[in-house]
T-cell receptor, first 111, second 111 residues
Framework: EAQVTQNPRYLITVTGKKLTVTCSQNMNHEYMSWYRQDPGLGLRQIYYSMNVEVTDKGDVPEGYKVSRKEKRNFPLILESPSPNQTSLYFC??????????FGPGTRLTVT | EDKVVQSPLSLVVHEGDTVTLNCSYEVTNFRSLLWYKQEKKAPTFLFMLTSSGIEKKSGRLSSILDKKELFSILNITATQTGDSAVYLCAGMPSNDYKLSFGAGTTVTVRA
């Protein structure tokens, strides 16, 4: 089954404790993205990747890092999480100018 | 900076009503406009519109794009309670890298 998976689905952590949210897709898609979704603000892109080892900042990259060492994986790293990074995070992938598939989401709470 | 604005922000209708959602965009090197439905989980793809004036239809949902006036509408006829969701639109530029999402329209359909 074609899908985008994310782990963990829920995470509660404390300020400053490094964390990684994994994202994996099995569709051989070139493009992968991370978004955060906050009430009233819609989906805002954090980082995106056009292919292996090629990444670029989206609209809200501060406080986040990404890497794309393999085509299928695109982890999101929060080196020192802060409460303003409490949000719902989505990973997504697509190929070319076609529809984008979203992962199930990760709800992160930073206290 | 690219901008996508949706209206209204929310609306409440009764089963059987017709709903029209609006999406205006300012996207540099615009290629396509996408519509998604989100029901308390990941967004699911509805339509991708690239050509002006050509209606896309799926069951009770339809959408059209006006590239001269820079907007799109999504119509839902004979609404059902299962249509209750947040509807998101996004602009895709020709370089394909970055989707810009609107804040969404929350539709509530009452029985």
């Amino acid at each position: 089954e074609a899908q985008v998976t994310q782990n963990p689905r829920y995470l509660i952590t404390v300020t400053g404790k490094k964390l990684t949210v994994t994202c994996s897709q099995n569709m051989n898609h070139e493009y992968m993205s991370w978004y955060r979704q906050d009430p009233g603000l819609g989906l805002r892109q954090i980082y995106y990747s056009m292919n292996v080892e090629v990444t670029d900042k989206g609209d809200v990259p501060e406080g986040y890092k990404v890497s794309r060492k393999e085509k299928r994986n695109f982890p999101l790293i929060l080196e020192s999480p802060s409460p303003n990074q409490t949000s719902l995070y989505f990973c997504a992938s697509r190929t070319g100018s076609l529809e984008q598939y979203f992962g199930p989401g990760t709800r992160l709470t930073v206290t | 900076e690219d901008k996508v604005v949706q209206s209204p922000l929310s609306l409440v209708v009764h089963e059987g009503d017709t709903v029209t959602l609006n999406c205006s965009y300012e996207v540099t090197n615009f290629r396509s406009l996408l519509w998604y439905k989100q029901e308390k989980k990941a967004p699911t793809f509805l339509f991708m519109l690239t050509s002006s004036g050509i209606e896309k239809k799926s069951g009770r949902l339809s959408s059209i794009l006006d590239k001269k006036e820079l907007f799109s509408i999504l119509n839902i006829t004979a609404t059902q309670t299962g249509d209750s969701a947040v509807y998101l639109c996004a602009g895709m530029p020709s370089n394909d890298y970055k989707l810009s999402f609107g804040a969404g329209t929350t539709v509530t359909v009452r029985a």
